[in-house]
């Protein structure tokens, strides 16, 4: 019945117990030091679960004379965030974002070099594929889009080389958008689909991080000069409180990074390819137009009840819009 006990029992009897009677044999962990990997976290059902589990294990071994080390893999979900900076946690703690502190191209680059490779000698259909293929431009742009994710690149990856039934070189031409894809059995990026669905299925309230998408997608990108990278400056866009731009990106902090000093960035290229597509992103697809014609009512609203003083930059930057739109 151990496993329909609570979590803390269950560490207790399996993990804990048997590694104190390994160390009472003489069993030097210094020597010999043990890692428990933990990957996915965020993938655990229940946020309750997922930030007792972590409570749990600094519990159990925070104060150990075990030495245990425990590696931990997850998306920064704003909860588990909180947990981390807990005071249990915080004075045990050693962070490594992917994102920030390591730069993951080069390995991305080789990863893709190396599956390319494979898949010219191993695929059934090898024979079709030209020696040459693909040129270093098509890597440096499968590389960049992975925005330093693998996920990106190992998706790209399987789709290509993934069904011997069809050759890599039009699939590989279905990514770049130089072919249509076939039906939707033929969908290049059905994980990263299933990743991004999910991901924005847990928000609150869609519609609110909708409007905050629609500017960093798709405003941002028609307007060059006027591109809003802070959250003070789109809650003012937005007509919203101080704060409110920030809690409501909370949600997405695997996808979305908003710093302690306000500044906003998309963390991966391909989000907008999948939000800008209806086939991939379904009831979260952003409309072009109706985006652009929200955001220049918007505008309009702020003309209404800004101070002359302040109208010739507002008139300049709904000229911009309208002449995009």
């Known amino acids: 019945m151990i496993f329909h006990q609570s979590v803390d029992v269950q560490l207790t009897k399996l993990i804990i117990e048997p590694l104190r009677r390994l160390h009472s044999t003489g069993f030097d962990f210094e020597d010999s030091p043990f890692v428990i990997i933990i990957d996915g976290l965020d993938e655990c059902q229940g946020a309750d679960l997922q930030s007792g589990l972590l409570k749990s ?10 030495r245990i080390r425990i590696l931990i893999t997850s998306r920064p979900e704003a909860y588990l965030q909180s947990t981390f900076n807990s005071s249990t946690l915080q004075p045990h ?3 490594l974002a992917l994102s920030e502190e390591y730069s993951a191209a ?9 599956s390319f490779g494979k898949i010219k000698s191993e695929h059934p259909l ?17 590389t960049s889009k992975s925005s330093g994710q693998f996920i990106f690149a190992s998706t790209t990856v399987k789709y290509i080389g993934g069904d011997p039934y069809e050759l890599p070189t039009r699939r590989l031409d ?3 958008r130089l072919q249509p894809p076939r039906g939707e059995e033929d969908l290049p990026y059905a994980d990263l689909n299933s990743l991004y669905n999910h991901v924005l ?18 405003v941002n ?8 990278r802070r959250a003070d400056i789109m809650d003012d866009l937005l007509f919203w409180q101080p704060g409110e731009t920030k809690a409501c990106l909370s949600q997405l902090a695997s996808l979305i990074e908003c710093r302690p000093d306000g500044h906003i960035s998309v963390m991966h290229a391909s989000l907008s390819d999948f939000l800008l597509d209806p086939s ?3 009831q979260f697809y952003l409309c072009l137009e109706a985006v652009l014609g929200e955001h220049a009512a918007l505008i309009l609203r702020h003309m209404r009840q800004q101070a002359v003083s302040k109208v010739g930059m507002l008139f300049l930057y709904f000229r911009r819009l309208f002449l995009v739109y």
């Open 57 to 66: 294990l600094a519990a159990a071994f925070s104060h150990s004379p075990l």
């Open 93 to 95: 703690l050693s962070r």
């Open 106 to 114: 080069e390995d991305i680059y080789r990863f893709l070099e190396d």
């Open 126 to 142: 090898a024979s079709y594929i030209p020696s040459s293929w693909p040129s270093a431009n098509i890597l440096h742009e499968l």
């Open 174 to 176: 279905v990514i770049c």
């Open 201 to 218: 299925s847990n928000v609150r309230n869609i519609e609110r991080i909708n409007q905050v998408l629609g500017v960093l997608i798709i």
């Open 221 to 228: 990108t028609q307007l060059h000069h006027f591109m809003i």
């Open 280 to 282: 991939r992103s379904f």
